[in-house]
């Protein structure tokens, strides 16, 4: 069976004049522009404000989606009050996720955040409660679970057509700024495939060699980071277990006892990637040994089946769709794809890799104390690195 596109899901859903939300975009920046992309194509959504503090950000948001001039603020607080949408997409920088989201939630206003979800877990716990306490719905960003080729690895895994799952692993450049802020959606996906963590063993390098806590910085707008580099073993509740170094971006290999499927987004490591443009591919060892390894070779690699043919290799859909499991649960149907508690595991999952390195032992999840594990190392004279912008490409 193949799983019905994006484009057809919303058809199927949202039958015209059907419920309009409005929705207001707070941050207008890189992934804002992904998010409108997606808005402007939903049946159901009207963009009705936008804000951020930079003039220039908002207006040409704002101007691309016929946003009327009374409609772009540069406080999001008048955004909430002025506008009172029915849903606000929280797009600034994450040391304002928190913030932002108690503030709407107090108004009654459902909130669809940016990943990470805050910087630590009081700022995470913060935000699902005041969400639980307004009776809104939460929804984090980590679109991973919104792309049908992951939809459909996870329905394969359950249909046991690779046998049991026993081994994640993925190159993903980790450590300092992009160990929070991107390999989070790493993590958010291993926890979709392979469900909750119970404990991780991890080791952060710099420069190639082991990280101590004068490595420790304050990224701006981005909290506490340290290394460039990170080598992780996560072991989860079901017995499986999943590696997670350094490299490539997003790069995922998916092992089971029957099979195994393979996942690429561009990743350095493994150019060149030998199966064309199909960004996802799987093969079931037909002949692999019962309760054993899947007999290397049993069976060549295939495209991933069930997949849209559209959606086989590019990734704007899984944010369209991320969006539209938020917007139906807003609707009373179901929970959105990632909720404030997923997003709250996948940074939990980082910092208990800081805690390992920096205890030298596996440390069991959930990570006891909760604190940040970098707040107790930081120093009077830990530097704070201003904010670079990502690079483009993907996250
Ligand atoms: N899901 C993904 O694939 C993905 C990809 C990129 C970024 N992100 C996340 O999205 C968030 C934003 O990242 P970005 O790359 O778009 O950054 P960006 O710098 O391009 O945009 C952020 C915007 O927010 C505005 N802003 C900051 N604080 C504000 C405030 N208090 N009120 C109003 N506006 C404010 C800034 O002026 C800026 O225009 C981050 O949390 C990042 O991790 C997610």
Known sequence: ????????????????????????????????????TSLSAHPAVEIVAVCDVSTAARDQLGARYGVPDAMRFAEYGDLLARA??????????????????AAAAERGIHVYCEKPIALDLQQADAMIAACRRAGVVLGINHHRRGDSRFIRARQLLQEGAIGDLRMLRAEHGGGGRRLMSMSAH??????????????????VLTNGREA???????????????????????????????????????DVEVVGTRGRMHFWEGGAVRRPWPFGEVRAIWSHATRGAE??????????WEPLDGVPETELSETQHAHGRSIDRFLRAVDG?????CRGE??????????????????????????????????????PDTPVKPYVPPAGGAS
């Open 342 to 379: 997923d997003g709250r595991a996948s940074i939990e999952m980082a910092m208990g890799l800081y805690a390992s390195h920096f205890s030298g032992r596996r440390v069991p999840l959930p990570l006891t104390p909760p604190e940040h594990p970098l707040a107790s190392l930081r120093r």
């Open 186 to 203: 790493l993590y958010d996906l291993y926890r979709y495939l392979a469900g909750d963590v119970a404990w991780v063993n991890g080791l």
């Open 291 to 300: 309760g054993g390894r899947a007999a290397p070779g049993a069976a060549p």
């Open 212 to 250: 101590t806590p004068d490595d420790v910085v304050d990224l701006q707008y981005e909290g506490l980071a340290a290394g460039d580099e990170v080598a992780a073993q996560f072991g989860f509740a079901s017995g499986a277990y999943g590696f997670h170094d350094g490299l490539g971006h997003v």
């Open 1 to 36: 069976m193949v799983l019905a596109s994006l484009p057809e899901e919303l058809a199927q859903r949202w039958t015209p004049g059907t419920r309009r939300f409005r929705v207001g975009l707070i941050g207008c920046g890189r992934i804002a522009r992904q998010h409108a």
């Open 84 to 101: 009172q949408p029915d849903v606000v997409h929280v797009c600034t920088w994450p040391d304002t996720h928190a913030e932002i989201t």
């Open 333 to 337: 149907e179901g929970q959105p794809l």
